[in-house]
């Protein structure tokens, strides 16, 4: 079951800036969208924060949350969680030691590079699929917009869902263990995410699977980089900065955030890792329909380059790529040199980490919630379909929803009116059965007065 009963949203709408172009609406990919006055409105309980519609908006009006960036100082061991994608935003020639270091002067006691728990992560996926094939094809949790989507979407599969908690939580586990055992009390201990998208913002603050994450904070990536940035501007080249033990990922888990990030270390035979929200939905189609056999696993993200095309990156998602390969490179290197990577420190640690992983099965959420009465439901089900039946099956949008299926189950559940399909207005005024004042009337309340103003 899920900890949480209620989905928190990062994303939300300013309607002053809102000019209800209907761009969101019409790219939303759980049609969670509806124009009514002229303004956007998101349904809730469609939402699956994937960002999309913040990155279609031309005004800007759609934004995403965020912590207070000043919390940090609240803790005096205020820990910064970054991903390898965080670091993949900077040039070449600025040393990941001068990023640490800047984070260090901008207020973090402590920097955790969070894919340092890939390899756990990955353990603790495979001792669960040793269980559990009869629940095939096993589907990725690291995807928080996937696992939303998965719950709303495709409720038939959320039981493949692995439940198992993502390297964010684990390298947090890592953090407050290491720190407890420094003599370091948990109440100081501050634990902040830097988040590369929206559905992470989400998942830890209504996370799946467990009550409540254990992360206090979250700062968007762009924010601090735009800081980190700025900092090592202003210390310029001839700064001396404190030579800081930064950790030296394995390539696989400098990689693991990537598309095939967690497929090439993956126990399976066969296994696809597939990336961009409407690629995933289409694969997910077919596997609902049986028309896809014998995959054992699935790595789904919703970014097109997974993170590194995530919504808060600040440089393009090829460039970040290349980066983090050449990294990666690097550390391969090292390692046929004989050279441990820092991440298998947490060997130690690591079977009470994979305890700590263990989250509780994702359980079904409809988005389409008719009536808590299943006999109620079915009805509404029933009328759903008649109403489909009588529109024209355009998807115009001009009803203030994105598809007629989408309008006709608004109407049944009296969050629309007929009237607004304009076919069918068209028809009722060819009976005479309704009047243009009437008309006017309905299309004012969809796209608001400015739009219906007969003086302009």
Not at 258 to 280: F, H, M, P
Request: aromatic fraction near 8%.
């Amino acid at each position: 079951m899920d900890g949480n009963n209620t989905f928190y949203h990062a994303l939300e709408i300013d309607h002053e800036q809102c000019i209800g172009c209907s761009h969101c609406m019409k790219i939303c990919p759980t049609e969670a969208i509806r124009i009514r006055g002229g303004k956007a409105y998101i349904q809730e309980h469609r939402c699956i924060d994937c960002g999309k519609c913040h990155e279609t908006c031309p005004t800007k009006a759609i934004y995403v949350k965020q912590d207070d960036f000043d919390n940090i100082h609240r803790y005096s061991h205020s820990v910064a969680l970054i991903p390898s994608v965080f670091l993949g935003q900077f040039p070449t020639e600025i040393r990941v030691s001068r990023i640490y270091a800047a984070l260090k002067d901008l207020g973090f006691k402590h920097v955790f590079e969070v894919e340092s728990a890939s390899a756990t992560y990955a353990e603790a996926k495979r001792a669960y699929a040793l269980t559990h094939q009869d629940n095939l094809p096993l589907i990725s949790s690291f995807c928080p917009a996937i696992v939303r989507m998965i719950q709303i979407k495709y409720p038939s599969l959320v039981d493949n869902i692995i439940p198992v908690k993502a390297p964010l939580d684990i390298t947090a586990s890592y953090a407050v263990k290491v720190l407890q055992e420094q003599g370091i009390p948990r109440e100081e201990v501050g634990l902040f995410y830097i988040t590369p998208c929206a559905a992470k913002i989400a998942a830890v603050k209504a996370p799946v699977g467990e009550e409540q994450s254990i992360i206090d904070g979250i700062i968007n990536m762009d924010s601090l980089y735009n800081r980190v940035l700025k900092k090592i501007k202003e210390q310029g080249k001839d700064y001396v900065f404190p030579l800081l033990r930064t950790p030296r990922l394995s390539a696989d888990a400098i990689l693991s955030t990537l598309t095939n990030g967690e497929r090439r270390v993956c126990w399976a035979k066969r296994s696809y890792a597939i990336d961009g929200i409407q690629n995933v939905m289409d694969f997910l189609d077919k596997l609902e329909n049986d028309e896809v056999e014998g995959v054992e696993f699935l790595e789904l993200r919703a970014c097109d380059q997974s993170c590194a095309g995530a919504l808060f990156t600040c440089d393009n998602r090829f460039l970040c790529g290349e980066r983090m390969y050449a990294r990666a490179r690097k550390a391969a290197e090292r390692e046929r040199n004989g050279e441990m990577p820092r991440d298998r420190e947490m060997d130690k640690y690591k079977d009470y980490l994979i305890e700590q992983a263990k989250a509780q099965p994702a359980e079904a959420r409809s988005m389409m919630v008719l009536d808590e009465d299943i006999g109620k439901a079915l009805e509404k089900m029933e009328r759903i379909d008649k109403t489909k039946a009588v529109l024209p099956q355009v998807d115009c949008g001009l009803c203030g929803a994105p598809t007629c299926e989408a309008f006709a189950t608004d109407v049944v559940c009296d969050k629309a009116d007929m009237h607004g399909c304009v076919f069918y207005r068209n028809h009722l005024q060819q009976q005479g059965r309704t009047t243009p004042e009437q008309c006017t009337k309905c299309m004012t309340e969809i796209w608001g007065p400015d739009r219906i103003d007969d003086s302009k």
